[in-house]
């Protein structure tokens, strides 16, 4: 048979059950306390690192805006050259040409800044102006690029300044044989005189050595550059140049605007800082896998791990000792009550502590004394019970000596023709008969029956034209077995309280029993003078109570109620019903059993 976890544990021995608790709550405790401290940990790493990580986005920054600002001071300086204003309003096609000493200066410009590799100038006012520190490459006509780069729109845009990344494969391109990475600020030309966008300057970077300035060396740490319409400028791995930022996998939630970078995180696999630059409107982001910054508490796991092995071991020595102190005398205990058990009332255990087992021994050694002279009491007793049982053996002779009299006199009265004085004493003595019932307690409701039916035979000749009364009862309920004298002292009741107190001749009692599902009805009820109000109320409190303090004369409700809640417990009740001048009705409810 299959023990439930309960039983099992109600089973086990107590060094295992002490085990079974002190062990688990010492590991429990060790754990919480690990599980708590890598949290702080954790979080101590986390905050150190966002600090760093924030510190390393501003570094980055100041890094960018520094080549920012320096291209974009070359294109101011070469916006306000007077050879390069002259060149905005000449006219092509009437025969104007590009002066040798304007690409001299701006070769010795690009060479003091190793930073920037392409430099180009487009206008419908001259012909191409390029330079190219590698020489690799060279940039496409004035007329591809117009048609390219829709031209017309650069020079309108209200920003004169505009910063793209150039992709090979993935975005358009304006160089030929070149297949680098490049960042480009692109900025409108205009004449000082009308101030009319009259051409642009497109100066360019190499990705890798625009990656340079920000880079930090260490491997898990990654930073993205984004541009201010969310294209990613430059990143550390060099994966995601050109692509949208919503590309990037650091996200749990979309990117709404690029102020909500930060928000939009995936906080559980990342840590992240989010820098904004003013000069430029790019935005820096620098995150870190959450998993490779806490390797380094992996000791702290691996430590709680060891302890709290080391606990198991150390927990279950000490509580196997401990519990061996303690079962020890209870143990002692335990073989005298073996042999308390077999008959040995001399048992006493001596033992040397004076705490709680201590007491307990003194109590057994008391008790077992005391048992003792129980023992010695009860068979004195039992003696005289027996002594007892004797005479009440003795005493019974006279109530069965009493009704086989009364159907002796029975007998004699009907012999003489005198029927009616015979039918009495008949029901008398079965009345007594019934009474008796050889001793037994629980009598069938048939037989509970003929003993109401001989006392209200009795009753009628004492009242042949006052009272009437009929009996009803259920064919299932014959041999539905009670506690005798529960109907009879009801009406008894009935005559005395009720019909005998009315002055005319239409008393009437009618006892029914019946069925009503699982439960059997017995009703008494008369048509006689019916309770008073006040004493009804204390008769349904007695009846419901039981309170002593009311019984006055009802002594028999008391007792009935009593015997069947004895009996039944709660499944049975009593209760009254009575309207003054109209009668009375007692009702008991009892559970249906079958024999």
Same mark, same amino acid.
Not at 127 to 132: E, K
Not at 315 to 343: C, E, H, R, T
Not at 498 to 510: K, L, M, R, V
């Given at each position: 048979?299959?023990?439930?976890?309960?039983?099992?544990?109600?089973?086990?021995?107590?060094?295992?059950?002490?085990?079974?608790?002190?062990?688990?709550?010492?590991?429990?405790?060790?754990?919480?306390?690990?599980?708590?401290?890598?949290?702080?940990?954790?979080?101590?790493?986390?905050?150190?690192?966002?600090?760093?990580?924030?510190?390393?986005?501003?570094?980055? !920054?100041?890094?960018?805006?520094?080549?920012?600002?320096?291209? %974009?001071?070359?294109?101011?300086?070469?916006?306000?050259?007077?050879?390069?204003?002259?060149?905005?309003?000449?006219?092509?096609?009437?025969?104007?040409?590009?002066?040798?000493?304007?690409?001299?200066?701006?070769?010795?410009?690009?060479?003091?800044?190793?930073?920037?590799?392409?430099?180009?100038?487009?206008?419908?006012?001259?012909?191409?102006?390029?330079?190219?520190?590698?020489?690799?490459?060279?940039?496409?006509?004035?007329?591809?690029?117009?048609?390219?780069?829709?031209?017309?729109?650069?020079?309108?845009?209200?920003?004169?300044?505009?910063?793209?990344?150039?992709?090979?494969?993935?975005?358009?391109?304006?160089?030929?044989?070149?297949?680098?990475?490049?960042?480009?600020?692109?900025?409108?030309?205009?004449?000082?005189?009308?101030?009319?966008?009259?051409?642009?300057?497109?100066?360019?970077?190499?990705?890798?050595?625009?990656?340079?300035?920000?880079?930090?060396?260490?491997?898990?740490?990654?930073?993205?550059?984004?541009?201010?319409?969310?294209?990613?400028?430059?990143?550390?791995?060099?994966?995601?140049?050109?692509?949208?930022?919503?590309?990037?996998?650091?996200?749990?939630?979309?990117?709404?605007?690029?102020?909500?970078?930060?928000?939009?995180?995936?906080?559980?696999?990342?840590?992240?800082?989010?820098?904004?630059?003013?000069?430029?409107?790019?935005?820096?982001?620098?995150?870190?896998?959450?998993?490779?910054?806490?390797?380094?508490?992996?000791?702290?796991?691996?430590?709680?791990?060891? %302890?709290?092995?080391?606990?198991?071991?150390?927990?279950?020595?000490?509580?196997?000792?401990?519990?061996?102190?303690?079962?020890?005398?209870?143990?002692?205990? $335990?073989?005298?009550?073996?042999?308390?058990?077999?008959?040995?009332?001399?048992?006493?255990?001596?033992?040397?502590?004076?705490?709680?087992?201590?007491?307990?021994?003194?109590?057994?050694?008391?008790?077992?004394?005391?048992?003792?002279?129980?023992?010695?009491?009860?068979?004195?007793?039992?003696?005289?019970?027996?002594?007892?049982?004797?005479?009440?053996?003795?005493?019974?002779?006279?109530?069965?000596?009493?009704?086989?009299?009364?159907?002796?006199?029975?007998?004699?009265?009907?012999?003489?023709?005198?029927?009616?004085?015979?039918?009495?004493?008949?029901?008398?003595?079965?009345?007594?008969?019934?009474?008796?019932?050889?001793?037994?307690?629980? !009598?069938?409701?048939?037989?509970?029956?003929?003993?109401?039916?001989?006392?209200?035979?009795?009753?009628?000749?004492?009242?042949?034209?006052?009272?009437?009364?009929?009996?009803?009862?259920?064919?299932?309920?014959?041999?539905?077995?009670?506690?005798? $004298?529960?109907?009879?002292?009801?009406?008894?009741?009935?005559?005395?309280?009720?019909?005998?107190?009315?002055?005319?001749?239409?008393?009437?009692?009618?006892?029914?029993?019946?069925?009503?599902?699982?439960?059997?009805?017995?009703?008494?009820?008369?048509?006689?003078?019916?309770?008073?109000?006040?004493?009804?109320?204390?008769?349904?409190?007695?009846?419901?109570?039981?309170?002593?303090?009311?019984?006055?004369?009802?002594?028999?409700?008391?007792?009935?109620?009593?015997?069947?809640?004895?009996?039944?417990?709660?499944?049975?009740?009593?209760?009254?019903?009575?309207?003054?001048?109209?009668?009375?009705?007692?009702?008991?409810?009892?559970?249906?059993?079958?024999?």
């Amino acid at each position: 048979m299959i023990r439930s976890p309960r039983q099992m544990y109600l089973n086990m021995p107590v060094r295992s059950k002490i085990n079974l608790w002190f062990v688990p709550l010492i590991v429990f405790t060790i754990a919480v306390t690990g599980y708590y401290s890598y949290r702080i940990a954790a979080s101590d790493i986390v905050v150190k690192m966002k600090n760093e990580q924030t510190s390393t986005a501003k570094q980055a !920054i100041d890094h960018l805006n520094y080549i920012a600002q320096d291209a %974009i001071d070359i294109s101011n300086y070469l916006f306000l050259t007077p050879e390069i204003q002259a060149l905005l309003t000449q006219d092509v096609e009437s025969g104007g040409y590009v002066k040798k000493d304007i690409i001299d200066s701006i070769s010795r410009l690009m060479v003091t800044r190793p930073y920037f590799r392409f430099l180009t100038l487009y206008s419908p006012h001259f012909d191409l102006i390029q330079f190219n520190n590698k020489g690799l490459s060279a940039a496409i006509p004035f007329k591809d690029y117009q048609e390219k780069f829709d031209y017309d729109r650069i020079v309108k845009d209200p920003r004169i300044e505009s910063w793209n990344v150039e992709v090979p494969g993935r975005t358009k391109s304006m160089f030929y044989g070149d297949n680098m990475n490049k960042i480009l600020l692109t900025k409108v030309l205009k004449s000082d005189m009308t101030y009319n966008p009259e051409g642009i300057i497109i100066l360019g970077m190499d990705e890798k050595d625009f990656r340079k300035s920000y880079a930090t060396g260490t491997n898990d740490l990654e930073i993205a550059v984004i541009g201010i319409d969310g294209t990613i400028l430059s990143d550390s791995t060099g994966k995601w140049i050109g692509y949208s930022v919503a590309d990037l996998p650091y996200f749990a939630n979309p990117v709404e605007s690029l102020d909500n970078i930060s928000g939009a995180i995936d906080s559980s696999k990342w840590v992240s800082a989010h820098i904004n630059s003013s000069l430029t409107g790019w935005h820096v982001l620098v995150v870190q896998p959450r998993s490779k910054l806490l390797n380094q508490l992996n000791r702290i796991q691996w430590l709680t791990i060891a %302890i709290a092995l080391l606990t198991i071991l150390l927990g279950l020595f000490v509580s196997w000792s401990v519990a061996g102190v303690i079962l020890k005398p209870i143990k002692k205990i $335990l073989i005298s009550m073996k042999k308390f058990q077999k008959g040995d009332f001399s048992q006493q255990v001596q033992l040397t502590t004076h705490d709680e087992i201590g007491q307990f021994g003194v109590g057994y050694n008391t008790m077992v004394r005391r048992i003792r002279e129980l023992i010695d009491d009860v068979y004195t007793f039992e003696l005289k019970q027996k002594e007892a049982e004797i005479k009440v053996l003795q005493s019974q002779i006279n109530p069965h000596f009493l009704y086989n009299t009364l159907n002796t006199i029975a007998w004699s009265a009907q012999r003489n023709g005198d029927q009616a004085v015979a039918e009495m004493i008949y029901s008398l003595s079965e009345i007594f008969k019934i009474s008796l019932s050889h001793g037994k307690d629980i !009598i069938a409701l048939d037989q509970e029956l003929q003993l109401v039916n001989h006392y209200l035979f009795l009753q009628k000749m004492r009242y042949p034209n006052k009272l009437a009364y009929e009996l009803d009862t259920a064919p299932a309920l014959k041999e539905f077995t009670l506690p005798k $004298l529960l109907i009879q002292p009801l009406v008894e009741n009935a005559v005395v309280h009720g019909i005998e107190s009315i002055a005319d001749d239409t008393g009437f009692i009618h006892v029914q029993a019946y069925l009503n599902g699982e439960q059997v009805i017995i009703e008494v009820t008369d048509n006689g003078a019916g309770i008073p109000p006040l004493q009804l109320a204390k008769l349904k409190d007695l009846v419901q109570e039981g309170n002593d303090s009311l019984m006055g004369d009802n002594f028999a409700l008391l007792n009935i109620r009593n015997r069947i809640r004895l009996h039944y417990g709660d499944q049975a009740s009593m209760s009254i019903e009575s309207v003054v001048d109209s009668g009375t009705r007692v009702i008991l409810i009892l559970p249906f059993t079958k024999r």
